[in-house]
């Protein structure tokens, strides 16, 4: 698919989308957010990509919602309201919905939807150079969208700050919040993306589908129905072709070769 707002680059076993308007601080543009979910499920729906990586163009990662469109949302009805906001949260979904691990690369700025994005990645690495926030009340709105993601990486207590102050932190800060994982020095950022990237494509692709699966669908599950799904995933494991691939080849002293099966 051509995209017009976001690049698609695939090499190996990766795909690195990255969002493409720096003039305006790479924001979620409603034509943005959704080349941006249509590139992440394409991903996704590729059996030979192991890891999907998520960066933006220029000094900034994403500024966030789109000004000008929330302008015009003003002047728009309720059912038009309704009906739009619930194809925005389409792309908030995503990150619970996919098999292939998504990681953020977040080299700069990363406010409002742009935290957003940060903590729906299943992995997040930042530049020293980047700094996130829930910037929202400064322009009278509220994070709805972005809020459960969010909560679950920093807490209620500290989500509660993040949102009520619209506090700016640094990378840093974020990093003992949870939001991302690891901080590096900008100049290194993009090669140790690659870095982690490439470790976690090195698994079985079959194994990590099923620890997403494991993780997402347990997560407000009752927790003996939670023993008895993670059995029946235990299962298809054990008797996987990777698992068997996995033991032999340790035993092997050598490289596994994976297929998903």
């Keep these: 698919m051509r995209y017009e707002t976001i690049l698609y680059e695939v090499t190996d076993n990766f795909v690195k989308i990255t969002l493409n308007l720096p ?33 933006g163009a220029g000094k900034a990662f994403s500024a966030g919602g789109n000004l000008n469109e929330f ?22 979904k995503v990150g619970a919905e996919i098999q292939t691990p998504l990681i953020a690369s977040v080299n700069g700025p990363a406010l409002g ?29 509220v994070p709805f969208v972005i809020m459960p993601w969010v909560r679950r990486a920093v807490g209620d207590r500290k989500m509660m700050e993040l949102m009520l102050t619209a506090e700016i932190i640094s990378a840093e800060q974020a990093k003992d919040l949870n939001l991302v994982h690891r901080v590096v020095d900008h100049d290194a950022l993009d090669a140790e993306t690659m870095k982690l990237a490439k ?6 692709p079959l194994a990590v589908q099923l620890s997403l699966d494991a993780f997402y ?3 407000q599950m009752d927790l003996m129905k939670s023993f008895d799904y993670l059995t029946n995933l235990r299962l298809v494991s054990f008797m996987s072709e990777d698992l068997r691939e996995g033991a032999t080849a340790f035993l092997e002293k050598r490289r596994p070769n994976w297929t998903g099966k």
Excluded: W
């Design 71 to 92: 302008k015009k949302n003003l002047e728009k009805s309720a059912p038009e309201l309704y009906f739009e906001g619930k194809a925005s949260t389409e792309l908030f």
């Design 217 to 219: 669908t347990t997560e």
């Design 113 to 141: 939807g742009g935290t957003g994005l940060v903590a729906m990645c299943h992995l997040a690495i930042a530049s020293t150079e980047a700094k996130l926030g829930l910037t929202e009340l400064k322009l009278g709105l």
């Design 199 to 204: 470790q976690v494509a090195s698994f079985s």
């Design 23 to 55: 003039e305006m601080r790479n924001p979620l543009t409603e034509k943005s957010a959704q080349e941006l979910l249509t590139a992440i499920k394409e991903a996704d729906h590729d059996p030979n990509i192991r890891a999907i990586v998520l960066t």
